[in-house]
């Protein structure tokens, strides 16, 4: 069953066009890996799906749970089960970890007509998230990512999935600049958090991440497009390639149109 | 308008004032001189130059508030929970006796005078006149009455001592000079509190309050001041703080009442070692001027300071903060650093911002830094993508901001109480 949807997705930002049609569908219980060069739109794709302001989508649609989500505020897509793990997780001096992700996880219960959690019963359910990302109580009293290394900034935003329990999670990069521990990690939050109803996009440059979480569906997205879908061989392929072949393709293939 | 203060001077001279020590009656006499040649400052005065006073200028406080009584009960929300902590409370400038916890150490500076006048005469007026404002020169003419603390050497005061300065409408069109001087005589530890809030009303009045503290040496002081009067009305404060070696003086200061509202913080370092902490938070809305003005003396060798001011403002409310640093050649291995942030949440709130650092030592370290800036919208599209609404967002993020500076407070009850009032105010103001 389709989950989520895109279609014809076109996005700008500062009138200089960044998504060029893209059309995606992802179902429940996937993994679908996006892989592409430099400055591509990978992350523009996964901001606009998460609702970033700053982006003007000039047409298409973004389907998810019988609700077009261009239509909804990014807090209401997040309260719909949409989970963004950005690529540069943002620093919020004076908030605790605690404290934000308490407000973040009642917030979304209270949007699903669920009772809000009290600060005990929630340091019981943090416990067995923590663990999963090998982390210690302490974490939770500093200031959100404030001062937090690359790769700890990572792993907390998998902390935050692990919380929240998205039922489509955007990764962005989540992989890139861990170390090989990190990497396990991460890769054991998404497979723990891995269900029939949900699904995971991963943003990802390397197939080392697909070594431990084994995607699906892996594309190419080049120049706003996607110009290549295939399955976990095609990452193996990239690898041993790189990208060129793939755009060239692309590029032949639009002219030929 | 300066007449209306010279001739209520010469009245107040002339009957209350004539019964006090010839020592005051002179130092009085000098300071409305000083009063009468200065005028009330213009924006044409360095020190006054985004702060114009033309409000009060224009308007004539020198009429004496009509008395008022107020009860326990009206001053409870104001106790921080705690009714057992010392107080000394004033109603309209005036002591009220029934209302306090006095002790001879700890009463009103009136009954001070009265009693041993001798003990205060090192202690009032005494600073000089590069430290003294227009307005504090007034005060020291006409201030009838303050507190009056002295901790003896090596005294550990258990509780925090709770000042409260309240006003009531029988104060409107009134000027309220009050003055206290508070000793903390080597070796000892006190906290202080000091609380200015108007009851019943939003009277508009003048307040003009000073406070001249020592700290003797090896002392160690924390000092909260706590200003939300009403916001019609008018707030000038001065705090001089005095420190010998080794002492040590901590100081929060939350401003946010007042249609102007300005504080002068003056800490001297007199002696080697000696360190001083101070944190601010001031919060305007609508037409509010808040000005914040700080000056760190390092007179001596290897003293320390540590400043940060922050600020929050909206609407068309307008901030000033000064923070004057000197280090004298003697004040070798000075150790000073200054930071004041501005947030602005509105395209018309503003800010005037200017460190002042004079530096004639070498082998210093001397560092400041001035922020002014919004919300950066990174931020709340974060905590939005996790299902905080936009509201809740902006209003997480403006408490964090203020969170540096409250978690500064010595006092564990006054940060808790003023976490829920500052946190209150923000909502009024996202
Ligand atoms: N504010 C902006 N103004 C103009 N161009 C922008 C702006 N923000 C992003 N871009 C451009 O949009 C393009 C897509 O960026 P995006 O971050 O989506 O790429 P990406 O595929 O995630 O790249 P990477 O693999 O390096 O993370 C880039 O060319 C980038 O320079
Ligand atoms: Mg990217």
Redesign the pocket.
Known sequence: MALLVIKDLRAA??E?E?LKGINLTVDAGQVHAIM??????????V?VIAGHP?YQVTSGEIWFKGQNLLDLEPEERAQAGVFLAF?YPVEIPGVTNAYFLRAAYNEQRKARGLEEVDPIDFLDLLEARLRLVEWGPEIMQRAVNSGFSGGEKKRNEILQMAVLEPTLALL??TDSGLDIDALRIVAQGVNALRRPDNAFVL?T?YQRLLNHIVPDVVHV?AD?QIVRSGGKELALELEARGYDWTTERAATAGAAR | MIEPYLRQFDAFAANGGSTSPAWLQQRRAAAIESFRRSGLPSTKDEDWRFTSVAPISRGDFSKSPEPSRVSLAELEPYLFGQPDWPRLVFVNGIFDPGLSTEHPRQTSLRRGLDTAPADLEPHIGRHGPTDTTPFSSLNLALAKDGAWIRIPAGVVEPAPIHLLFVTTPEASDAGVHSRSVIVVEAKARAQFVESYLTLRGAPRHLTNTVIEMSIGEGAWVEHSRIQRESEAGFHIGLTHVDQSADSHYRSFSLAMGASLARHDLQTRLNAPEAEALLYGLYLGNRDQLVDNHTSIFHDHPRCRSWEVYKGILDDRAHGVFNGKIFVTPLAQQTDAKQTNRALLLSDTARVDTKPQLEIFADDVKCTHGATVGQLDPMWAFYLRSRGIPADQAHRMMVAAFAAEVLDEIASEPVREALRGVVAQRLDRLG
């Open positions: 930002i500062d200089k960044i592409g060069p430099n400055g591509s739109g990978k992350s523009t794709l901001q700053g690529q962005d990069e943003v440059h997205l706003g």
